[in-house]
């Protein structure tokens, strides 16, 4: 599986931003989906994730409210639609893929990442 993340940018506190990964393969549908972050010089932080059916979502405490994740199947596509973004929400966002993902907050849970997409919130 691969994962294009795309969609970040500069956007002011208080504003939107929607970002998307596009994955290849015929099997997007069987994995559980997910957006971490990382912030300059800090680990990689978990965001959300979605089970293959969209009909399950977790989400960190930092961003609940905030953020929806979804997912279009038919599209191989996952989102993260990010409303009143904050100052600190700013990071390099990375999509990630996971066949049985047992714990979604760790990273090595995950079979799969994408290339980040960055984005810049400005006060």
């Known amino acids: 599986v691969q994962l294009q993340a795309s969609g970040g940018g500069l956007v002011q506190a208080g504003g939107s931003l929607r970002l998307s990964c596009v994955a290849s393969?015929?099997?997007?549908?069987?994995?559980?989906m997910g957006w971490f972050r990382q912030g300059p010089g800090e680990e990689r932080d978990f965001v959300a994730s979605i089970n293959w059916s969209g009909g399950s979502t977790s989400y960190a405490d930092s961003v609940k409210s905030r953020f929806t994740i979804s997912r279009d199947n038919a599209k191989n596509t996952v989102y993260l639609q990010m409303n009143n973004v904050k100052v600190e929400d700013t990071a390099v966002y990375y999509c990630?893929?996971?066949?049985?993902?047992?714990?979604?907050?760790?990273?090595?849970?995950?079979?799969?990442w994408g290339k980040g997409t960055l984005v810049t919130v400005s006060s």
């Open positions: 393969g015929r099997t997007f549908s069987s994995y559980t």
């Open positions: 990630a893929a996971g066949s049985t993902v047992v714990a979604v907050v760790r990273p090595p849970s995950w079979d799969y």
